[in-house]
C-alpha cells in the first residue's frame, strides 16, 4: 500500500472512531484494505448512513458541496476532505443511474479491517464485485478481474420478484 493511501487511511479510522457503524469505504481504496492490486488509488470514497453524516463532515471541519450532476452517479449529500494526502469523497444517501432508475447504493455486508491507529470497514469481497458490476465504468473492469483473481465470490443471485 502506499505510504500516503495509508497515512489517509489512518486519518479517516481517527476521525471515523466514534461512529460504530453504518459507514463503509468502498472503491478502490476498499480493494487496496483487501490487500488487492487494482491501480492508483486517487481517493478514498467514504459512504456514510444519512443519520451519521453531518456529525461525520463536522468531525472533519467540512461542510457539504454541490457538485454538478452527474450521469452515473448522485448523492443527498456530498463532501470532499483534503487534509488527508489522499483526498476523501464523503457520500450518504449515494445512488447510480441504472437505465433510466436510479437505484440506492445498499450494501450488504461489514468487514472490519484493522489499519495501524485504528479500524476502517469496508463491504465484503462479493459486495465489491456486485457495487464494481452495477457502476459498469471502464475502470471498474480492471478492480472486477483483480477481485476474481483474488478469489472473491460471486455476488449472490438477486432476489426474483
Same mark, same amino acid.
Request: proline content about 11%.
Given at each position: =500500500?502506499?505510504?500516503?493511501?495509508?497515512?489517509?487511511?489512518?486519518?479517516? /479510522?481517527?476521525? =471515523?472512531? *466514534?461512529?460504530?457503524?453504518?459507514?463503509?469505504?468502498?472503491?478502490?481504496?476498499?480493494?487496496?484494505?483487501?490487500?488487492?492490486? @487494482?491501480?492508483?488509488?486517487?481517493?478514498?470514497?467514504?459512504?456514510?448512513? %444519512?443519520?451519521?453524516?453531518?456529525?461525520?463532515?463536522?468531525?472533519?471541519?467540512? @461542510?457539504?458541496?454541490?457538485?454538478?450532476?452527474?450521469?452515473?452517479?448522485?448523492?443527498?449529500?456530498?463532501?470532499?476532505?483534503?487534509?488527508? *494526502?489522499?483526498?476523501? %469523497?464523503? =457520500?450518504?444517501?449515494?445512488?447510480?443511474?441504472?437505465?433510466?432508475?436510479?437505484?440506492?447504493?445498499?450494501?450488504?455486508?461489514? %468487514?472490519?479491517?484493522?489499519?495501524?491507529?485504528?479500524?476502517?470497514?469496508?463491504?465484503?469481497?462479493?459486495?465489491?464485485?456486485?457495487?464494481?458490476?452495477?457502476?459498469?465504468? @471502464?475502470?471498474?473492469? *480492471?478492480?472486477? /478481474? /483483480?477481485?476474481?483473481?483474488?478469489?472473491?465470490?460471486?455476488?449472490?443471485? @438477486?432476489?426474483?420478484?
Amino acid at each position: =500500500m502506499a505510504p500516503d493511501l495509508r497515512v489517509a487511511l489512518q486519518d479517516v /479510522a481517527r476521525v =471515523m472512531a *466514534p461512529f460504530p457503524r453504518h459507514w463503509w469505504i468502498i472503491g478502490s481504496a476498499a480493494l487496496a484494505l483487501h490487500g488487492i492490486r @487494482a491501480g492508483t488509488v486517487q481517493d478514498i470514497d467514504l459512504l456514510v448512513d %444519512e443519520s451519521l453524516v453531518a456529525a461525520v463532515l463536522a468531525r472533519m471541519g467540512i @461542510a457539504p458541496l454541490k457538485p454538478a450532476p452527474d450521469p452515473l452517479f448522485r448523492s443527498a449529500v456530498f463532501a470532499r476532505w483534503i487534509a488527508p *494526502p489522499v483526498p476523501v %469523497e464523503v =457520500m450518504a444517501g449515494f445512488q447510480v443511474r441504472v437505465g433510466d432508475q436510479w437505484r440506492t447504493v445498499a450494501l450488504r455486508s461489514r %468487514e472490519r479491517i484493522e489499519i495501524e491507529g485504528g479500524a476502517s470497514f469496508v463491504p465484503d469481497r462479493s459486495d465489491l464485485l456486485s457495487l464494481f458490476g452495477l457502476f459498469g465504468r @471502464a475502470k471498474d473492469g *480492471p478492480r472486477i /478481474a /483483480a477481485l476474481e483473481r483474488a478469489g472473491a465470490p460471486p455476488p449472490p443471485a @438477486a432476489p426474483t420478484r
